[in-house]
């Protein structure tokens, strides 16, 4: 603390930035030996390595990081999350050219010059002290470079800037060639707290079944104490630690030979993944075997992903409870992904909140970007965009699982009611000799799915819910249903397929039979177009009403949707039947329904046929209700006495999850409030909300600004009424 205080109070004395331009930058400077004379100095950027458009915001922060004052700004490279540094070269007053680089320990230790072991074992030993507080660190090196080197080299850089393919690989070609043979400067760690909520929400979502990977590019000392804060990881569980860190890899990388460091590595990252494959397949058939975690850092994960041994990583994955990879690259990020997502062919979610999380959020099936301070690249990169990390419970648990079961109700059912539809027409075939004699009437097969039954499933989609918001976060293992796929198995479609054949056949024989002794008031029989007509109308109220039996909810929005359903076939049929003009084709259906409603058989039909065609459905919704219930159907008997609560309250889970002072203040929040028409305060007059709170038994202590609130109502004297003369 006192370090961070002597370090803010330094910049605050004697570096300010100022102001900048798209290619000057603008520093107030004071200087130890002219105490008290302020001057600003201006900063040039010439080139950039790469091109990124927020490089003018971050180059004032790369000079304070190293103290560069007084010095001319040739070219920098921001902080690649592939090259995993940042790089700087400047010139000082006195001609000197120096480069400056931060970076990943594991990126710059590999670039160092020889030498200076001490202080190389020494800020290793500060990086892991640091990483297991949890702190974010970095490395800072620099290089002085002659003036033709420097000269040499910007040819290259500005050819490889200018050319038109493979920029971006000639790029980073020409920035190996000048960040090596380094000399450490030291180690700088910061604090990245963790979001509000971030640990309850895993934990949750783990109760849900839903395996979390952690990809960060953070040390293996600070993912881990991240991990352990946000519940991933425990004291209870095997840990398989996969790290380059080892003094044997250490030994082979002094040697410097590349190709011996890649072949040693490899070796050793195929000889520990077999190793922990081996032991988790014995723990995992254990029955009281511990929860099984994988830890494994960016060097190793890259030759774990190699063909030949991406299989096993794959199979000691899915067997750990928790996986974290450190040090990784935004590019391995996204390879890891699409292993899980093509290799497992599971249903991936990536969430982030930074440029470096793009590639793994477009590779996922689902893309979250957090808007935050990192900026607005994954929100914009990704499929939805949430405030903070505790809000993804919200989206999965609640939306997303309400969003799966409508889905399966609507796909389900409009494959069930143009199922039901059709098969009639069929049944009608075998008594035509399929001589392509149709059954309905052109417009009837028209409006059917357009009219006739197209509101009801739309509200179905929109309105419907098994549980409310609160109990569906309070129960997260609801959400295994749609892991498993519950709601749209081929067994869910096959019931829906039997019950449209049995309705299909319950409406074609019964009203064909029931008809053929039947006759209008006329005293003729009824023809085609008087069965098909009934037969269309029993068809529209059967498949409106058995969507009703589906709802968990019901709003007044279904009754609304499935009676005017109803009334609109009964409001068409009228009008299409009573009128006929010389040019209609469709004159066999005049007057049909005014035939059929003038008789007896018409109201009897009508009744008994839907009841008749939604007996089986009845019958079987009981028995699966009874014997054989979903999880959210035991959740519902549970709380079928309470009152579905919609408010702020099931929005934010006030019941379990907010403190006593939390709970107090909502509930302050929620007492009767008056505006003032005087003072402009929440309540009308002092007093009222210790008076609400007092009823409500909600303890509401006296503000200090009560007195001047009294003091500024001020009873006005009644204007006096005039008199009438």
């Given amino acids: 603390m006192i370090l961070q205080l002597v370090l803010r109070l330094f910049f605050f004395f004697f570096f300010s930035f100022c102001r900048r331009t798209p290619t000057m930058i603008y520093v107030r400077e004071s200087h130890v030996e002219r105490m008290g004379k302020i001057q600003d100095v201006s900063y040039e950027i010439l080139n950039v390595l790469e091109f990124n458009r927020f490089g003018c915001i971050f180059a004032p922060i790369i000079l304070y990081e190293f103290f560069l004052v007084g010095t001319n700004v040739y070219s920098f490279s921001l902080l690649n999350s592939t090259r995993k540094r940042q ?8 001609g000197r050219l120096v480069l400056y680089c931060k970076g990943a320990d594991t990126v710059i230790y590999e670039r160092l010059v020889g030498g200076s072991d001490d202080l190389k074992k020494v800020t290793r030993e500060h990086l892991e002290k640091f990483g297991s507080a949890g702190l974010r660190t970095l490395c800072l090196a620099y290089k002085d470079l002659a003036p033709d080197v420097y000269e040499s080299w910007n040819e290259k850089f500005i050819q490889a800037k200018s050319s038109l393919r493979d920029r971006e690989r000639k790029l980073d070609e020409v920035a190996e060639l000048i960040e090596k043979d380094l000399i450490l400067i030291g180690a700088t760690a910061i604090e990245d707290k963790l979001q509000e909520g971030v640990p309850d929400c895993i934990e949750t979502l783990s109760r849900a079944g839903i395996k979390i990977w952690v990809l960060t590019g953070d040390k293996m000392e600070t993912a881990i104490n991240i991990a352990y804060a946000c519940n991933l990881l425990n004291n209870e569980m095997k840990q398989f630690i996969i790290s380059s860190e080892t003094d044997a890899i250490r030994e082979v990388e002094e ?16 000889k520990q993944l077999k190793k922990c494959l081996d032991e988790a397949q014995q723990y995992f058939h254990s029955v009281s075997g511990p929860k099984l975690a994988l830890i494994i850092d960016g060097k190793c994960l890259m030759y774990a992903l190699d063909p030949s041994l991406r299989i096993m990583l794959l199979n000691l994955s899915l067997n750990c409870s928790s996986v974290v990879c450190c040090r990784v690259s935004p590019l391995q990020k996204a390879q890891v992904t699409s292993l899980v997502k093509k290799g497992a062919r599971k249903i991936t979610l990536s969430i982030g909140d930074g440029a470096n999380d793009v590639s793994m959020i477009q590779a996922a099936h689902i893309g979250v970007g957090i808007s935050g301070l990192e900026g607005m690249q994954a929100v ?9 990390f505790r809000f993804l419970k919200d989206l999965l648990l609640v939306h997303g699982r309400w969003s799966y079961i409508r889905l399966c109700k609507v796909v389900t059912y409009f494959f069930y009611k143009n199922l039901t539809f059709t098969l009639t027409q069929f ?15 052109d417009w009837f097969q028209s409006l059917y799915n357009v009219i006739f039954t197209a509101l009801p499933v739309i509200i179905v989609g929109l309105f419907d819910k098994d549980v409310s918001s609160s109990l569906s976060k309070r129960y997260p293992e609801l959400y295994k249903e749609g892991i498993k796929n519950m709601f749209f198995k081929w067994r869910v479609v096959a019931i829906w397929a039997f019950f449209a054949v049995y309705q299909s056949l319950v409406f074609y024989y019964f009203v064909t039979v029931s008809s053929s002794t039947s006759q209008g008031s006329s005293g003729k029989m009824f023809g085609l177009w008087d069965v098909s007509t009934m037969a269309f109308t029993c068809v529209v109220v059967t498949v409106n009403l058995r969507l009703i039996m589906i709802c968990n909810s019901i709003t007044r929005w279904h009754y609304i949707s499935v009676g005017g359903s109803i009334v609109a ?4 049929i009228f009008l299409y039947s009573g009128i006929m003009t010389p ?6 259906i005049f007057w049909v329904i005014y035939v059929l409603m003038s008789t007896f058989y018409f109201y009897i039909t009508l009744l008994l046929v839907p009841v008749a065609a939604l007996l089986g459905d009845f019958l079987y919704l009981g028995v699966q209700r009874w014997f054989f219930p979903y999880d959210y159907q035991i959740v519902q008997e549970i709380h079928k006495d309470e009152a579905d609560d919609s408010g702020r309250t099931d929005l934010l889970g006030i019941d379990n999850q907010l403190t006593p002072d939390e709970a107090r203040s909502y509930a302050l929040s929620q007492l009767p409030r008056e505006l003032s028409k005087h003072t402009g305060f929440a309540f009308d007059s002092p007093g009222y909300e210790s008076f609400f709170a007092s009823q409500l038994g909600v303890y509401a202590p006296q503000k200090a600004w009560d007195v001047a609130r009294r003091a500024s109502m001020r009873s006005k004297p009644k204007p006096k009424p005039n008199k009438i003369n």
């Fill in 87 to 94: 790089s700087v070269v400047c010139r000082y007053p006195d």
């Fill in 255 to 270: 040697r410097g030979d590349q190709v011996e460091i890649a072949r040693f590595i490899k070796e050793e990252v195929k």
């Fill in 380 to 388: 914009m990169a990704s499929d939805f965009a949430i405030a903070q």
């Fill in 427 to 441: 049944w009608f075939t075998f008594y035509t000799g399929f001589s392509g004699q149709r059954f309905y009437d």
């Fill in 569 to 572: 076939w009964f409001l068409f």
């Fill in 583 to 588: 040019y209609d084709r469709q004159e066999n």
